[in-house]
């Protein structure tokens, strides 16, 4: 079972067993400036990607303001989660690039 972005074959999860949801953002996470934190749950071996940034900014910015840059504070922009496919055989083709119809 998939999320909406299994309806998107760009993503690449189109008709895949991969289980996956956004619970902020999107799936992707662009024109910030930031990092992004991998963690797996200990117990449900689930993949938690959350992605922290601050709003981009060109180099005149801090030139004209540099309070404004330095002051803005960090914030979540993408949190997804994938759910860990049990007995999965890496022989086995999970549909993944595949794209869909």
Known sequence: MCSQACSDSSSGL???SIQVSSSTGGYVATHIYGWTEFDIDRDSKALTVTTYG????TFADPQADSTDVVSREP????????????GFSSAGNCGVGQGGS
């Open 54 to 57: 601050i709003d981009s900014y």
């Open 14 to 16: 189109t008709n895949s």
């Open 75 to 86: 914030e979540v922009w993408q949190r997804l989660r994938v759910e860990p496919v049990i």
